[in-house]
């Protein structure tokens, strides 16, 4: 008797803590904004459509902020805080050298605006960046995706929290993928989302070592297309005086979402030595394999895993806020 009051005891406990951290997930829905802002997508769609007519190179970089934003202390917008606005150095601070796009801020920063009319302090800046970087996958040719919705604010965002977060370079294959793990993401899931480097840019700083010095008789890395490199070296020859110069990431169909970004990667068409090694890794080879293969298959997972990134640590209820400006704390 003692003892079957004693686990009943320990079953009502155990529900009690674990009903709210389950719901702290599970409380995104699609519809989550039918009372407070019924049209905040159209209204984000809108937006993104207007402006990336205007400026083309947006859709890439929203889509590197939000995820940047998701891998860093969860999808709440942190990524956003401006460091002209902070007292402290917050997450942007520390990601100078990563070069987040201005255009993609201006984006998020724009539906917020028009949303703040529409329905004034009811969509969280969170949102918005994940609705804004779905629907430019779209109009980039990519798949589309449901996003849901009901994601808060950070109230803090801190510069010192970026540094082992987020992917470098000069990781190798398997360091990429025990990063991923920890986020919860297996290779598969890493190999696809990597496909979103089938659009967008980098800036010469980011290869130039594989380029130039190289310990090779020829100085580049060996595992570049000889004439993809000798391309690279030219153009990026003047990179140290003009920091700006920038080669497109898949040289194939730079602003199109497509498998291409695949295609390259065995043929030495890879720019970032990151892209490279997804290639040289057997654990994620065979996914690029497969995505190079079939870009249905690319677009299903690719799908499928950006709606799991958008649900990494996102806050619900009072975990987190509504911020008024996308770049400042409330
Ligand atoms: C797997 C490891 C990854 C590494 C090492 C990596 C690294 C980089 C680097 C160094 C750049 C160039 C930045 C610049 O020079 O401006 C870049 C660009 C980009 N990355 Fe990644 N990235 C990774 C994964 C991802 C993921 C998962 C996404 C999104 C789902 C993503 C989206 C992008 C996009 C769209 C660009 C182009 C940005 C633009 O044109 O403004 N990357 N990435
Ligand atoms: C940017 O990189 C340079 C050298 O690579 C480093 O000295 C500097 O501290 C970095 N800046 C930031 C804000 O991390
Ligand atoms: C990659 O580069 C960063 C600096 O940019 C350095 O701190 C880190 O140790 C390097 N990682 C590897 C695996 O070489
Ligand atoms: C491509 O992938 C899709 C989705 O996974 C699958 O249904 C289809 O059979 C694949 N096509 C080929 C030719 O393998």
Excluded at 281 to 301: H, K, W
Aim: with cysteine; hydrophobic share 45%.
């Amino acid at each position: 008797m003692g003892a079957l009051l004693r686990c009943l005891l320990l079953i009502l406990f155990v529900g009690v803590v674990a009903v709210p951290r389950a719901m702290a997930g599970g409380r995104l829905s699609t519809n989550y904004y039918r009372h407070s802002c019924p049209r905040v997508e159209q209204i984000v769609a809108d937006v993104v459509a207007a402006k990336q007519r205007v400026n083309p190179s947006t859709a890439a970089g929203t889509l590197r902020l939000f995820f940047h934003d998701c891998f860093v202390g969860g999808c709440d917008a942190s990524v956003l805080v401006s460091p002209l606005t902070a007292d402290r150095f917050p997450e942007r601070a520390a990601e100078i050298n990563l070069s987040l796009p201005g255009d993609s801020f201006d984006v998020v920063a724009r539906a917020k605006a028009a949303l703040e009319v529409a329905c004034p302090s009811a969509v969280s800046c969170a949102d918005i960046l994940a609705l804004a970087a779905r629907d430019l996958v779209g109009i980039l040719g990519g798949p589309r995706f449901p996003v849901s919705l009901g994601r808060r604010d950070a109230r803090r965002s801190d510069a010192r929290d970026v540094e082992g977060n987020l992917p470098l370079t000069n990781m190798s294959a398997r360091a990429m993928t025990v990063l991923f793990a920890r986020k919860g993401f297996t290779p598969q899931e890493l190999v696809a989302l990597a496909g979103a480097h089938t659009v967008g840019f980098s800036h010469c700083g980011e290869f130039a070592h594989r380029l130039y010095n190289f310990k090779t008789a020829d100085g580049y890395d060996p595992s570049l297309d000889p004439t993809f490199a000798r391309a690279l070296q030219s153009s990026c020859a003047n990179y140290k005086n003009d920091p700006t110069i920038s080669i497109f990431n898949d040289i194939m169909t730079p602003g199109k979402f497509d498998e291409l970004y695949f295609k390259n990667l065995p043929r030495g068409l890879g720019l970032l030595a990151s892209d490279a090694a997804l290639w040289e890794y057997p654990v994620t080879r065979v996914f690029v394999q497969r995505y190079a293969d079939n870009q249905t298959a690319f677009f299903d997972d690719f799908a499928r895993v950006m709606q799991k990134l958008g649900t990494v640590g996102v806050k619900t209820g009072r975990q987190g806020v509504v911020r008024r400006h996308c770049d400042v704390l409330n």
